[in-house]
């Protein structure tokens, strides 16, 4: 468990982001629910005293996006290879650093 909340830290911390969460990283093996289903999403929101319209999610598979779109939220895939299809309600970047434009 601790490696995986490293992996999300340092993802963060890549992107210029980790000042923003303030030690705010949830998993969905502590949460217990797994994607489709946006529970992982709405308890995040509801633990950070966010409504699900005030937040974005990164996510890198179609099930991830489906989750996002589901709890409300805007939803980013993240396809560094380029490999996925676009999904309409979701915006695509294909490096990290584009993170920040695409959610502000």
């Not at 996006?65 to 895939?77: D, N």
Request: include cysteine.
């Amino acid at each position: 468990m601790k490696q995986l909340l490293h992996k999300i830290d340092r993802a963060l911390s890549t992107t210029g982001l980790s000042n923003h969460f303030n030690g705010n990283i949830f998993s969905s093996y502590v949460i217990g629910s797994w994607k489709p289903d946006p529970g992982i999403f709405l308890h995040a929101a509801q633990k950070m005293g966010f409504k699900p319209h005030e937040c974005a999610v990164v996510e890198d598979s179609h099930v991830g996006i489906a989750a996002a779109k589901s709890a409300g939220m805007l939803s980013v895939l993240y396809d560094p290879d380029g490999i996925h299809e676009s999904i309409e309600s979701a915006r695509k970047i294909r490096h990290m650093r584009q993170l920040k434009s695409a959610i502000i």
